[in-house]
């Protein structure tokens, strides 16, 4: 079986230690030498770059958090081992760890080393897919000719280049497809180097839970547990089209994933396509003014998350779901970017109108898309509704108060329905 | 049904009919044109339900009949035969085709029934009356730039053609806007529209109406009922039905009290905005117009690409102003101006602004200005 060291980087076949180096640290797999999608995910990307720039926290437990929402953001690994997890309020995760270091985060910081990190990616293929700071896809198909070395070689040394030159550590995950190099990057951590290959796919994904799937979230999973599947194999048993009947677009999408394929390429700079939330309500709805309370919140969030970023965005998208899964979009192209949630509302209530008699509906989402930065945004106004802005300006007052006073400080009675 | 006719008036009516059938439509009959013969001529009617076309040519009829088929079909190979060509239409009724002959070129086309044609039931229209084609043509040429493509607000997806009452008394009127650009223009009212009632005509229907408005000398019959439009020549009549709902309260919208005042020759103005907004590729990109005693300096600053700059010497002498649009309304309007200097009426920098044609009131714009 082709075998790697992963500190050498020779190549050799089985043998237990590096037959150079003897060191332990070996990759084996009979698939190792061809397969090209990766997956590089940081190890507590937040924490080692903590410790990396103060040594005398090394061999403590370190938290990265607090700030406004008191939460856990990342725990270095010794931590982790007291049960602190990402997203736990820092009382709870405290009381875990006493001993814990508490450190506010340096984004900054953090967005320098990552940075460096993804310039290292770049050396070894053009076509690098960054998911946040700290994890990222790489597609390495034809480039051993270029570099003289397989895609695994070339992986194990960028992490060793990065513990080398930046002092941090990250898992490679390498496998035939963005679905599974990224579950593969999960499943040695830290310093981890897991290859699923084509052959044991559906072996390896049998018996796992669903909710690895990248998107299924508590409602789904909810979902598909009321129909009996709980694993891939439960997945399996169903019949391409049941899944599509019960579940749309998604069913479709499960039924490959199941069978361990992924479509999706690997893009290099995909840029933010749009921005949109939605909402699954507890139960069905048809009322028209409870889904107009949904419409604004949900426009106020895009509006807020546009604001944050700088940007705007011409198209305005509404999503529903009615009752038997099945989805309907509206959207509608305005003459000028906009981020501004009276519009967004006021435009995705008029589309709202044109399909409200297809209630009732189980999830409700507004999107803006065609983005652009937010210096071309709201720019001119509306003949025709000369209110537009004073409301828009009474918005932008708004935001600065809850800027202030926190988010609680002012809404509209309509986001109370 | 058996006629020939020439291949030039063939084309010609066929072309017109065929151009509003919806290229993308699931209902098979409506992708047919329904060609009747009858006496010495032949009529093709083609429809997307919204609107139906009309077209007479003069034929020689040995058998009279109808049928209907494909209308991209049958001007594709109308279109490839030879000019002057003279082209012999046979439909026995029985094949279920349509043999198109000229000269050694021998197409049989599928036809689908002609009760199955949606023929647009005829109404009674409330008015009647005649127009010169050069009047209409001003009407919705000079209005149409403006109509809206937004479907959330599907009144403003046409032009509101009615009667109002002006400066100078009754008047046949246009109006079209946006929301961010507004044109109104008059026109005298003709003998027997005193009653009509006001209408949007849809976009498609003015871009159909604008084929029959090309002949000068042509005199327009035109009906209006609540529901539907007619413009008819000799030839061709075009019924469209109307949007059905309310063209919001535009005389609100056109400013009345704007006192600074800009007189400047539209083309070199129209040259200029269309200069300096070059630089930027942004489809909503502002040009700032900054006046100051009888100059004008249009400058666009697009922060990616670079800027621009230029002057203007113009009639100005109202107080400083500084004034952003959007480029393309400028342009649009601009072009608008064809006799005499364009004048804008300000009021300040965040309100509409009136553009007229000299003194000529009856043609004026409304743009809202762009913060810059």
């Known amino acids: 079986m082709p075998s790697l060291c992963r500190d050498c980087l020779t190549t050799f076949q089985d043998a237990p230690r590096c037959p150079s180096c003897r060191s332990p640290r070996v990759a084996a797999h009979p698939e190792l030498l061809d397969l090209s999608i990766a997956h590089m995910d940081c190890d507590a990307f937040y924490a080692s770059v903590e410790k990396r720039d103060n040594p005398a926290l090394r061999d403590k437990p370190v938290i990265v958090g607090g700030g406004t929402r008191g939460v856990v953001t990342t725990a270095c690994y010794i931590a982790r081992i007291k049960g602190v997890r990402s997203a736990m309020p820092m009382f709870q995760a405290l009381r875990l760890c006493p001993e814990a270091t508490v450190v506010k985060p340096r984004f900054e910081v953090y967005s320098a080393v990552s940075r460096q990190i993804r310039a290292m990616m770049d050396d070894l293929t053009p076509v690098v897919e960054p998911l946040s700071l700290d994890e990222a896809f790489m597609d390495l198909t034809g480039t051993a000719r270029l570099h003289g070395a397989p895609p695994a070689v070339m992986l194990a040394r960028l992490t060793a280049r990065m513990q080398a030159e930046l002092g941090i550590t990250g898992s490679i995950g390498l496998s035939h497809n963005k679905f599974l190099a990224k579950i593969a990057s999960d499943l040695e951590k830290p310093r981890g180097f897991s290859v699923i290959g084509a052959a044991e796919t559906m072996d390896f994904l049998g018996p796992r839970p669903v909710s690895l799937i990248w998107g299924v979230g508590a409602v789904t999973r909810a979902a598909l547990e009321r129909a009996g599947i709980r694993t891939f194999n439960d997945l399996r048993r169903w019949d391409r089209r049941d899944l599509e009947d019960r579940f749309g677009g998604m069913g479709v999408r499960l039924w490959h994933l199941a069978r361990g394929e992924d479509m999706r390429r690997v893009t290099a700079n995909a840029p933010v396509k749009g921005v949109s939330n939605e909402t699954t309500f507890r139960a069905d709805t048809a009322d028209a003014d409870v889904l107009d309370g949904h419409i604004w919140r949900l426009s106020e969030k895009v509006s807020g998350r546009l604001k944050a970023k700088g940007i705007a965005g011409r198209i305005v998208t509404l999503k529903l779901k009615r009752s038997n899964h099945s989805i309907l979009t509206r959207r509608v192209s305005l003459h000028e970017p906009t981020q501004i949630a009276d519009r967004i509302y006021r435009t995705a209530r008029g589309l709202f109108e044109q399909v409200a008699r297809e209630g009732p509906f189980r999830l409700l989402g507004v999107g803006v898309s065609e983005l652009v930065g937010d210096t071309a945004a709201d720019q001119s106004g509306d003949l025709l509704d000369p209110q537009a802005a004073s409301r828009a300006a009474a918005e932008r007052a708004a935001d600065r108060i809850r800027q202030r006073w926190g988010d609680a400080a002012i809404l509209k009675g309509r986001s109370l329905r | ?372």
Do not use: W
């Open chain 2, 1 to 372: 049904m058996k006629f020939s006719i020439e291949r030039g008036a063939l084309l010609r009516a066929v072309a017109r009919a065929q151009s509003v059938v919806e290229r993308r439509n699931t209902i098979p009959i409506l992708a047919n044109v329904l060609i009747e013969a009858d006496g010495d001529e032949v009529m093709f009617r083609a429809t997307d339900l919204d609107i139906e076309v009309l077209d007479r040519a003069p034929a020689k009829v040995e058998r009279a009949g109808a049928t209907t088929v494909n209308a991209v079909t049958f001007h594709e190979i109308v279109r490839k035969l030879a000019d002057g060509a003279l082209v012999n239409l046979t439909d026995d009724g029985a094949s279920g085709r349509l043999t198109v002959e000229a000269g050694r070129s021998n197409f049989a086309l599928a036809t689908l029934p002609r009760q199955d044609f949606p023929v647009m039931a005829t109404s009674e229209y409330a008015s009647n009356f005649s127009a010169p084609a050069p009047v209409l043509r001003r009407l919705f040429d000079k209005s149409k730039f403006a109509i809206s493509t937004e479907e959330t607000r599907y009144y403003l997806n046409g032009v509101y053609m009615h009667v109002a009452e002006a400066e100078s008394g009754r008047v046949l009127r246009c109006v079209a806007t946006d929301g961010h650009r507004l044109a109104r223009i008059d026109a005298g009212l003709p003998d027997g529209a005193e009653d009509m009632p006001g209408v949007i005509v849809p976009r498609k229907a003015v871009g159909e109406l604008r084929k029959l408005l090309d002949d000068d000398d042509a005199k327009i019959a035109v009906s209006v009922s609540e529901t539907k439009v007619r413009f008819a020549t000799p030839e061709i009549t075009l019924t469209s039905k109307v949007i059905d709902g309310t063209f919001p309260d535009y005389t609100r919208v056109i400013p009345v009290n704007n006192t600074r005042k800009l007189e400047v020759d539209a083309s070199d103005f129209a040259r200029a905005v269309d200069r300096v907004a070059t630089v930027s590729s942004e489809r909503s990109r502002a040009v700032k117009m900054q006046l100051d005693e009888d100059r004008l300096i249009l400058s666009v600053n697009a922060p990616d690409a670079g800027n621009a700059e230029e002057e203007l010497v113009v009639a100005y002498s109202d107080e400083k102003l500084e004034i952003g649009f959007n480029a393309k309304y400028l342009l649009e309007i601009a072009s608008q101006v064809d006799r005499e200097n364009a004048v804008f009426l300000f009021n300040s920098s965040a309100d509409p602004t009136l553009m007229r044609e000299g003194t000529d009131t009856s043609a004026v714009y409304v743009v809202m200005p762009m913060r810059v």
